[in-house]
């Protein structure tokens, strides 16, 4: 297949910018699975709609779930007033196929839904979803009493062969690759006959924002749920059964987006402004706030959002990433043009995701001039002038962000299908370009 190549736009100035981020994924995604499980029909407002989004819209028609798309002019801000209804079905039906695509939140959160189907449901994906763990949902939904048909092989395909109803109870797990695995029986625990709890036992949990989120919505929609950071056992999350209302979410921008956006204005020392960023988030990403200030930035709070102001100067980190992973691929972007050296730890886990973005971000830095080592569990990045060449993005939406921001800063990067964007951020190369022209970007 011929290689598609987007020229990375080189800042002339320094960038000063307002940006309407899109609908967060990882809330958008969740908010459609609590509102398929409730009891009465429910909105999601301001949704990201992006391929992950949809992948999950479609897997929740495909067992019956209503979800028809409008656009309220009454509901303002960020997303234009788009919103989702969503209509439960009386019973989830099966049989059903379901494409994953590659979305981590779409191949973790719908099979334990599909064990509350009526039938077999048989879930397919991308080549790469084959490759991404998924043992620690199919061995949990096993032992509480599942019927699944892998293969043997611990992922993609499957089949999970729904009978109406699952007892639950408690569960062991594994989720030291992915935080997904917990908040994936979390999501549809209260619909289980007795509840769910679900006990870690392995390494360090990634991503334990991502877990704090799903409680914090499960909540929202009436479960009752204890958590390890209520004073509860360590590693141990309990969801009482019952029934989940329908409600009307408004979803926030997706912080981790800003990631990029920030980037711009370290790197030019310009200035960007992000609308609606929330003052209370579990969002992993509000944690850029910190991370760029030591980069050297600053930031502020607006009557329109969260302004970030570039210094001219950029700084290395010492950094461990291990809650904020998806945070990684820029800030090792910004890194490699810093003015020393940084060390990003604690993300081993990256190794898992779309691809391996440890060993993806060493090669494509380094093939532009830089000094990037693996460690054991991160990246060490040595600056170094860069150059002009190809930026591989390996179906990576993050490693196609990491590879613009280094363009605002090298000639002649040119990005290996920034298409792969739209996974999260629709009309990036859009954005992008009127990030660099002042425009209101994504507005």
């Not at 011929?2 to 995604?29: H, M, Q, R």
């Not at 010492?318 to 940084?342: C, K, Q, Y």
Request: with cysteine; hydrophobic share 40%.
């Amino acid at each position: 297949m011929t290689e598609t190549l987007w020229p990375a736009p080189v800042a002339t100035t320094p960038v000063d910018a307002t940006v309407t981020i899109p609908g967060s994924k990882s809330v958008t995604n969740r908010a459609l699975v609590l509102a398929a499980l409730a009891d009465e029909p429910g909105w999601v407002r301001r949704p990201l709609r992006s391929r992950d989004s949809q992948l999950m819209a479609d897997g929740l028609r495909a067992l019956g779930v209503g979800i028809e798309e409008q656009v309220n002019n009454d509901t303002g801000g960020t997303g234009g007033g788009e919103a989702w209804r969503v209509i439960p079905a009386p019973a989830l039906r099966g049989p059903a196929s379901i494409d994953v695509g590659n979305a981590g939140t779409v191949m973790r959160f719908l099979p334990p839904l599909a064990v509350l189907a009526d039938g077999p449901v048989h879930f397919d994906g991308d080549p790469r979803s084959y490759e991404r763990p998924q043992h620690g949902v199919i061995n949990a939904l096993r032992a509480l009493g599942a019927r699944i048909d892998d293969g043997g092989r611990g992922a993609f395909p499957l089949t999970v062969h729904g009978t109406g109803a699952l007892d639950g109870g408690p569960v062991e797990l594994d989720a030291s690759s992915s935080s997904q695995f917990v908040s994936a029986l979390l999501l549809s625990g209260a619909r289980y006959n007795n509840g769910v709890e679900v006990r870690h036992v392995g390494g360090p949990v990634p991503s334990l924002p991502h877990i704090r989120m799903t409680v914090e919505m499960l909540r929202l929609a009436g479960v009752q749920v204890d958590a390890p950071e209520d004073g509860g056992e360590k590693d141990v999350w309990r969801v009482t059964p019952g029934a989940l209302i329908g409600r009307d979410m408004v979803v926030e921008p997706d912080l981790s987006n800003a990631a990029p956006f920030f980037a711009a204005a370290l790197v030019t020392g310009g200035r960007v402004t992000v609308r609606d960023w929330p003052k209370h988030t579990t969002q992993p990403g509000d944690q850029l706030r910190e991370i760029y200030t030591r980069m050297g930035g600053v930031c502020e709070f607006t009557d329109e959002g969260l302004q970030f102001t570039g210094t001219g100067r950029i700084h290395g980190i010492e950094a461990d990433l291990h809650d904020v992973g998806e945070l990684t691929p820029v800030i090792a972007a910004v890194a490699a043009l810093a003015d020393s050296e940084s060390h990003l730890y604690g993300i081993a886990h990256l190794r898992l995701h779309e691809t391996d973005r440890l060993a993806a971000l060493a090669k494509e830095i380094n093939d532009l001039g830089g000094d990037v080592t693996e460690t054991e569990d991160g990246l060490r990045i040595r600056p170094r002038p860069l150059h002009g060449g190809v930026f591989h993005t390996y179906e990576d939406h993050r490693l196609a962000t990491a590879a613009a921001v280094i363009g605002l800063a090298v000639e002649g990067v040119q990005v290996e299908n920034v298409a792969t964007t739209a996974k999260t951020l629709p009309d990036f190369p859009k954005m992008w370009d009127e990030l660099l022209t002042g425009a209101v970007a994504g507005g």
